[in-house]
């Protein structure tokens, strides 16, 4: 905290302590959260939505809890079009629009800044090997991973129904899980102009009891101009190319974007 300098507040007493005996000003501060989380929203207002490979049969969003719920298609055959962590090309149901600050600027492909995720109240139900992604995105409308070139985080139910979090990278991911799992949270790396690499995210997973952290390594690079606004992408997808249980898939979703320079 701020203090006088050589404690010239402390002018009183006896003269043997005058110099060193402090009675300096003290300043209150209020500590304020410079850049809170935010919800990604109701995705059925402000947000452009696709969804060619039909995996999505319904959609709803509390705003009271900010809980949002997928209704997804039972995947018999496995394709690689139905993930965002495989192959070439995703097809699923991808929710985009404009990314920007808390303030409302424009989050540029030139700018260093980080995208942290939390995931809570991740509620699988029946649903298995389906993932749900937070991201960052070159091209948000390309169907192409490596045109679309994203990066963030996702939930996932894994092929059991447990759990987790991980980091997503163009067209791979790595994840975490852990049962009975209270939240997990990650955040990812933009190094801005003039490489503009993704650098990969850390992530991790808790429970009551116990929890698991891992990272995705990045590499990548964004190739659109310095002065390009990136988007964000809510991707709906299989985890790779396999077959996937549907059924009700309900997680509270919110982010962060942090400028570093």
Known sequence: MPQSSNNVAADSGNSATKSNNVSAAQTSV???????????GDLSSGYTFTDTAALQTSYAYDSATDIHTFGLANVGVGAETNSFLSGANFTGPKYRAALTYADGTAVLAGD???????????????????CIAVGVAQTPSST????????GLYAISSSVG????????????????VASMTKGMGAATFSGTPQKFRNGSAFGVMSAASGNVSTR???GQFS????????????????????????????RLRYAVTKLS
Not at 35 to 40: A, I
Not at 162 to 177: D, Q
């Open 30 to 40: 209020t500590s304020t959260a410079v850049n809170p989380l935010r919800s990604v």
């Open 112 to 130: 260093a800044f980080t995208l942290s995720v939390l995931v809570e109240s991740l509620t699988p139900g029946l649903v298995r090997s389906y």
């Open 217 to 219: 390594a990045g590499g």
């Open 162 to 177: 447990t759990p987790g979090v991980g980091g997503w990278e163009e067209n791979v991911g790595t994840a975490s899980t």
């Open 144 to 151: 192409v991973l490596g045109t679309m070139r994203g990066s």
């Open 224 to 251: 659109v101009a310095d002065g390009d606004q990136l988007g964000i992408v809510v991707l709906v997808g299989t985890n790779g190319t396999v077959t996937a249980t549907g059924g009700s898939i309900s997680v």
